[in-house]
């Protein structure tokens, strides 16, 4: 993409203070999840179907921490880098539609840091919205989360973080479209999870518009994952990204 006024503004470039064992990067096959998402690089694609959210807004989702080591001593008070809070959906309660495939949304979840970059730029955290079609295929949508003015959904949530080991907590009443921006822009790409097993043929859609969340709400998260739980960025391999546009401030990405 060769339109300047398509570059997109996230916080600077905050090093990981988690860096993943060197195995698993050398093992890594070549599509892997997150990358770099270079601009300049992308390709400006109007003719991809539009993204068609249908979340909806009084959803009880039930919050838990996805544990990696809670079967052996200590296991609850340590952290590892692959563990998430996640937050499970109902089916049918969101629903995102591109061209002829309705992809459900299971659920979602956080990292701190932002896993994927905007010009070598991320973001304090990065929310990934997990969806399946009805043939097993997997597509994630991924935001980014910048501190702020948030909506009362997401503060209600982080509000409510469970500890590791601790159980399932309820959180009622979540309006599911507050969780995304209202700009729908893209970027698109095939890649992988960004936990093990890394699995490979993942769609990706990640909006470069971002959410806000309020600074205690970051501190939360920062307080359960004081070392980050995200992978590092991996190599792009010569894999194409598109850019379709969506929604409000089309034309100036640098605006949102």
């Not at 989360?145 to 973080?161: A, M, V």
Request: hydrophobic letters at 40%.
């Amino acid at each position: 993409m060769r339109r300047r006024d398509f570059l997109v503004k996230v916080p600077p470039v905050v090093a990981l203070t988690f860096i993943a064992p060197s195995a698993l990067s050398a093992a890594a096959p070549a599509q892997q999840s997150p990358i770099d998402i270079i601009t300049d690089d992308a390709v400006f694609d109007h003719s991809l179907p539009r993204l068609k959210f249908r979340y909806e807004s009084n959803v009880a989702v039930q919050l838990s921490y996805i544990s990696r080591d809670s079967g052996v001593p200590l296991g609850c008070s340590l952290r590892d880098h692959e563990e998430v809070v996640q937050a499970a959906v109902p089916a049918g309660a969101g629903l995102l539609r591109i061209g002829d495939t309705i992809w459900d949304l299971v659920q979602f979840h956080w990292h701190r840091r932002s896993e994927h970059r905007i010009n070598g730029r991320d973001a304090p955290m990065e929310q990934h919205f997990v969806h399946r079609a009805g043939d097993g295929r997997l597509l994630v949508v991924g935001v980014f989360i910048r501190e702020g003015h948030g909506k009362d959904s997401l503060n209600r949530i982080f509000q409510q973080l469970p500890q590791e080991c601790a159980g399932t907590v309820p959180v009622p009443g979540i309006d599911l479209d507050e969780l995304l921006p209202g700009n729908r822009s893209s970027f698109r790409y095939s890649g992988s999870l960004t936990t093990s097993p890394f699995t490979e043929g993942v769609s990706w859609v990640v909006l470069p518009a971002p959410i806000r969340l309020g600074e205690s709400g970051i501190e939360r998260y920062r307080a359960l994952f004081p070392d980050g739980n995200s992978r590092e960025v991996q190599p792009r391999d010569g894999r194409i990204v598109r850019f379709r546009p969506q929604g409000k401030s089309v034309g100036t990405l640098s605006a949102v």
